[in-house]
């Protein structure tokens, strides 16, 4: 899997533990960068698909927004830092999170295309109708 590889929107890799991506456990799980994520939009009911599509065995998700792209703080942390935020899961298990603020934020998709160019993006289309 494709990481960072330099320039401004490249977060700090101090540790090892992102060189292929993940961090194992013994009981054979393990931490894997997300193979999707949900990039928005805020109010657009990315929380009840996040909950919907973990009700599959094949996928695990990460249960709080994260904010790694958006937010510096958490970005210049690095991928580690990011890692470290993913629920475990076994190898053939996907790996998603959310955070609609992505959506918004113009840093975020070169920063997301830097850490894998083949990632899959979820984004709600149809915004539900309660807010408009
Ligand atoms: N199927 C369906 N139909 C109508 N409304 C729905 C649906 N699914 C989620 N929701 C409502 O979407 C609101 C939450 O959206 P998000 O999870 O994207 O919120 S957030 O951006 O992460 O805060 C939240 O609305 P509020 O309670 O008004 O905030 C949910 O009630």
């Known amino acids: ?18 060189d292929n991506g993940t961090t194992s456990h013994p009981n054979g799980t393990l931490q894997q960068l997300p193979q999707i994520i949900i990039i928005g939009v805020r109010k657009g009911g990315t929380r009840a698909l ?6 599959h065995s094949a996928v695990v998700a990460a249960q709080n927004e994260v904010h790694f792209f ?21 190898p053939e298990q996907l790996t998603v999170e959310k955070t609609p603020a992505y959506f918004t934020s113009a840093k975020v998709p070169k920063r997301i295309y830097q850490m894998n160019p083949n990632i899959k993006l979820s984004h709600p289309r149809d915004c539900v109708g309660h807010r408009i």
């Not at 494709?2 to 992102?18: E, I």
């Open 1 to 18: 899997r494709p990481l960072a590889d330099g320039g401004s929107s490249s977060p700090p890799t101090s540790s090892p533990a992102a």
């Open 70 to 90: 958006d937010w510096e703080s958490h970005f210049q942390k690095g991928l580690p830092w990011y890692l470290s935020q993913m629920p475990y899961a076994f």
């Open 50 to 55: 996040i909950e919907m599509l973990s009700l």
